[in-house]
């Protein structure tokens, strides 16, 4: 059994399995290189020779537990056919969709768009370089896709003022969402995917009184789907203020942290795998600063199964040697 399926399954709490959100990205020269040639984002990650190698960048130059396939929680809602763009230094931008949209929403045409990924999955698992490596799948939850799909641009700090104006179309979409977000990680697994890690980005966003709808209910649905197929679940609900209410009723395998998340405070309230939490700021600081910090989560998690990993993704103004120096310090204590 690969060593990060190991901890998650049999709660080991030795030999602390390491990954990166966003590990293959723009802090790599080699990925900024291909990105340059291809300006279509979307098309890059439909790109069944490219999304391999880029996937694989990171586990060739690194000592990594597993490799995150290379894609964009934003697959999904151009697999409904919204248009998703990404401009630089915007962000992603959508297209309006309104209830005809959705009538139009169909399994064999989301199939067929995001096959490429399907089949990207599939190269990248056979590379005897993943032997004894995890190679992780992931989709947005359905409360951040709903997010995107509405606001159609990142919502920053708060959402647009009408977003919850038509009701009848967020309740209808929420429930494709979880119809096709379940198809989406099927298929992954299908292809190949030993993991599962469900990105709640705009958790935060909402108040006590709506998680239940957007995030409690939903997000146990999709857990539930996944554990019926028999992979590890990894959830990462960004910035929720109740942690251990989140894995109380959603009940996944492993809670992943993000950097304003007191580890100890949690420590006292969950007992599932902890994912996560080092500020990735701290990659930009000297050597010795980075070290006092992940010796702090390390002292913490000492008899705790727990994941190395950040608070979110790697800075693309990271320096390759300081996430070397991370994961070798990690592999050496
Ligand atoms: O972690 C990995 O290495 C796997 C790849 C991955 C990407 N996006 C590649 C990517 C993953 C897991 C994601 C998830 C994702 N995408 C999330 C959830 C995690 C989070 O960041 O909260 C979200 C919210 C998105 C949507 C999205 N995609 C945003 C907000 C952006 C940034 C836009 C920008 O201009 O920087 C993206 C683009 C994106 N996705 C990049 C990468 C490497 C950067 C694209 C580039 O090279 O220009």
């Known amino acids: 059994m690969n060593n990060l399926t190991d901890h998650i399954i049999n709660k080991k709490s030795d030999r602390i399995p390491v990954w990166f959100m966003r590990q293959a990205g723009r802090y790599l ?7 340059k040639k291809n300006q279509d984002f979307i098309n890059l990650c439909l790109n069944t020779k490219l999304v391999p190698e880029i996937t694989l960048q990171p586990i060739k130059r690194f000592d990594l537990d597993a490799a995150i396939i290379f894609s964009d929680i934003l697959m999904i809602p151009y697999g409904f056919g919204q248009s998703v763009v990404f401009n630089k ?12 949209n959705l009538s139009n ?9 995001l096959n490429p990924i399907y089949n990207s999955i599939k190269i990248t698992s056979k590379n005897q370089i993943l032997k004894n490596k995890d190679l992780i799948g992931f989709v947005g939850a359905p409360w951040t896709l709903l997010v995107y799909i509405i606001n159609r641009v990142s ?19 929420l429930k494709l969402l979880i119809k096709y977000i379940k198809i ?54 960004r910035n929720i203020k109740n942690y251990k209410k989140f894995v109380n009723i959603v009940n996944p395998d492993v809670i992943s942290i993000d950097y304003n998340v007191n580890p100890e405070k949690l420590l006292e309230e969950i007992d599932i795998p902890v994912q996560g939490g080092l500020n990735p700021e701290k990659l930009l600081e000297d050597k010795d600063n980075l070290k006092q910090e992940v010796k702090k989560y390390l002292k913490i998690f000492k008899n705790h199964p727990y994941i190395f990993n950040l608070g979110h993704g790697v800075l693309p103004e990271t320096n390759p040697n300081m996430v070397e120096y991370l994961i070798k310090f990690i592999k050496d204590n």
């Open 29 to 35: 020269p080699e990925f900024r290189e291909i990105r």
């Open 105 to 113: 929403i169909n399994e064999q045409d989301f199939k067929r768009k």
């Open 184 to 237: 989406h990680i099927l298929n992954q697994i299908k292809s190949g995917a030993t993991i599962i890690q469900v990105f709640d980005s705009w958790a935060g966003l909402l108040e006590e009184e709506d998680l239940e709808k957007y995030i409690y209910a939903p997000t146990k649905e999709v857990v539930d789907f996944i554990r019926t197929l028999n992979v590890p679940s990894i959830c990462f609900p």
């Open 155 to 173: 919502p920053k700090k708060k959402l647009k003022k009408n977003f919850f104006t038509n009701q009848t179309l967020i309740d209808e979409l």
């Open 89 to 100: 230094g915007l962000g992603p931008e959508l297209g309006i969709i309104d209830k005809s």
